[in-house]
């Protein structure tokens, strides 16, 4: 695709230079029938680009695409045929021409679909933009095309046509401003947007500049332009081939540096070309001064607006900026309160607090540090390795989170401990406060209560909820994976037969069996009951073994207390992502597996896939 895509430049411009040397040494009646044919192959190429491999989409704007493609080689293929058989009746011209309208259709609409609509509700003015934008469109429309369509066409339904592709070729020129007006959305690379603005622009000059001299009595100049259709369709098959490729933050910002300053200037831009446009077009008296007028009002009433906008901003800025030194001010008072509270806070707060200088030295501690041992010298071991937990905290650049939990592993000389370490760094006076409350217990039992919610008191294998948090972080970043649903046959009859105590042995059994054969990336669960989950990242050939393997070590014999027990497993399968993408789904597909397997034959498994549905 990228070697594609770096050869559309030369091959554009060998097309260009080939082609109208052809047209230009040919006379002029041959010279327009190979522009048709021209456009006619150029079409089909076009069409069969968008159906290959190296350019094909699922999107459904690309589908558009394709059928705006087709339309155009099929009105192109159309029309010829009519040249040749010499189709000359007006409503059959009419049905010719339908082709090309629904081209222009699914181009505008697709146009629309890339524009960043959320830009007019953020910023009113571009609503002012695009309706001077429009007004300006209609206007040279007018002026080029809609005046001359009632005496060019013969009836009512071709003027009708007419006046509809002519509007659709006004709208596609105001969808070039736009793309500068609105902007695209944000997913878009430099390179992609370069290749959308170029098919836009192509297709939109050349539509509009083929029909002004088509019906300003020009057709064998106009008809020079059709090879140039082609090059548009090109152009936008690049733009959906590179609109996704990464785009650097240097990119991102050149692209909206040129949005912005390209939109602020495109009212003046295009004000000025309406008014040359006008002046030098002989138009009446009454349209020169009503475009000139309704122009100027749309330009005057933007600029009010943007007056309005300015206003706002410098106030809203200057408040900022008021509120800003109110706050500088606010804040020193308390720094300077604070201090004060600092001192009184470290002789009287009753954990452990150290003043340390900007060398990792204590300078100071408070009466609970000395109670602890911090005013020995040396430290002792524990406070030794406290201190070299830690400098790497107050060595950090900015001290975005001050408060941490500090782990200080267990040694022969004391246990493990968990501290709550609060830095309040002083500032311009290169020393800090350190509070260092010992909250192991706390945090003990916190783990402890968190293992419980998150595993089974009985097997100590993970829960549901803890294997259904897991899989779904796992399955986004795996290509492949099976789910196994096991449920053990026979389990209820030991339970009635030989009570709970021996039927809980069992199960923990079974648990250390199935965690015997999965490796650390393996998740492996009790669902509840008799039921367990292991979810392993392998192939179907692969789960099969891994399957037939579970069978295996689960039918060996249960040695419990005195007694010989014997279960076997029921297994139920589904594969990642052919039977589901959620960890919900695929629950529930290898669920219905282990039922029909355990309601027909017991002591095997099945994949969801083999049930017939």
């Known amino acids: 695709m990228k070697r594609i895509v770096q ?15 052809l047209l230009w040494l040919l006379p002029q009646d041959r010279s327009l029938q190979l522009s048709a044919i021209i456009s006619l192959v150029g079409s089909f190429v076009i069409f069969l680009l968008s159906q290959s491999k190296a350019f094909k989409q699922s999107s459904i704007p690309y589908k558009w695409l394709s059928v705006a493609f087709f339309s155009y080689f099929l009105g192109d293929f159309l029309n010829m045929i009519g040249r040749l058989f010499q189709w000359n009746a007006v409503n059959l011209n009419v ?108 297709l939109g000059m050349t539509n509009f500049i083929f029909y002004t001299l088509l019906l300003n009595g020009e057709p064998r100049i106009a008809g020079l332009l059709l090879p140039l259709y082609p090059l548009s369709g090109l152009f936008t098959l690049a733009f959906m081939n590179t609109r ?26 295009l004000l000025s070309v309406l008014i040359l446009y006008i002046t030098f077009f002989p138009v009446s008296q009454t349209f020169f001064s ?61 954990e452990v607090v150290l003043e340390i200088d900007a060398t990792y030295q204590i300078r100071s501690v408070n009466p609970a540090a000395v109670e602890a041992g911090w005013s020995d010298l040396p430290l002792g071991p524990s406070q030794r390795l406290q201190l070299d937990r830690l400098i790497p905290l107050l060595q950090q650049a900015q001290l975005i989170y001050p408060s941490h939990l500090l782990h200080v592993p267990a040694t022969e000389e004391h246990p493990e401990i968990f501290l709550n370490t609060t830095i309040i760094d002083i500032p311009d006076q290169q020393r800090y406060f350190v509070i260092l409350a010992d909250i192991t217990e706390d945090y003990q039992q916190e783990v402890w209560l968190e293992r419980m919610g998150y595993h089974d008191s009985l097997t100590h294998l993970p829960n549901r909820r803890y294997f259904e948090e897991q899989l779904y972080l796992t399955l986004p970043t795996l290509e492949y994976g099976s789910l196994l649903f096991i449920d053990l046959d026979g389990f209820k009859q030991i339970n009635d037969t030989y009570g709970h105590d021996v039927g809980d042995l069992v199960l ?10 999965t490796t650390s990336t393996d998740l492996v669960a009790r669902l509840g009951g008799d039921e367990f989950l292991i979810f392993i990242q392998a192939s179907a050939s692969e789960t099969r073994q891994f399957a037939e393997h579970v069978l295996e070590v689960l039918n060996h014999p249960f040695y419990i207390q005195t007694h010989t027990l014997q279960v076997t497993p029921s297994i139920g399968i589904s594969l990642y992502p052919e039977d589901g993408k959620s960890s919900e789904q695929l629950l529930i597909r290898a669920d219905e597996a282990m039922y029909h397997i355990k309601k027909t034959e ?12």
């Open 244 to 269: 996704a490729l990464p785009i650097s933050h240097e990119q991102q910002a050149t692209l909206i540096r040129v949005e912005t300053l390209t939109r602020s200037l495109m009212s003046y831009i």
């Open 290 to 350: 009503l475009s000139v007028g309704i122009t100027f009002l749309l330009f005057l009433t933007r600029q009010l607006f943007s007056y309005q906008e300015n206003l706002r901003l410098l106030q809203e800025t200057t408040a900022l900026q008021t509120n800003l030194e109110d706050i500088v001010h606010q804040k020193t008072a308390l720094l300077q309160l604070r201090e004060k509270e600092l001192t009184s806070l470290f002789l009287s707060y009753p």
């Open 7 to 21: 050869k559309i430049y030369p091959t554009v411009a060998f097309y260009l230079v080939v082609t109208y040397t």
């Open 95 to 202: 049905l010719l021409d339908l082709p090309y309208t629904v081209h222009l259709t699914m181009i505008v609409i697709f146009l629309f679909r890339q524009l960043d609509l959320t830009l007019f509700q953020k910023q009113k003015l571009l609503i002012l933009d695009s309706l001077t934008l429009f007004t300006v469109s209609m206007i040279a429309g007018y002026i080029a095309i809609f005046r001359f369509v009632p005496s060019y066409t013969r009836t009512v339904l071709e003027q009708i046509s007419w006046t509809f592709y002519a509007f659709l070729t006004i709208l596609l020129t105001l969808f070039f401003f736009l793309l500068y007006a609105s902007g695209l959305k944000r997913n878009v690379s430099r390179l992609g947007f370069l290749f959308l603005v170029l098919g836009t622009f192509v």
């Open 508 to 517: 923990q059994e079974t648990a250390s069996r199935l965690q015997s054969m």
């Open 602 to 613: 017991k002591n095997n498994f099945l994949f969801a896939t083999q049930i017939k549905r």
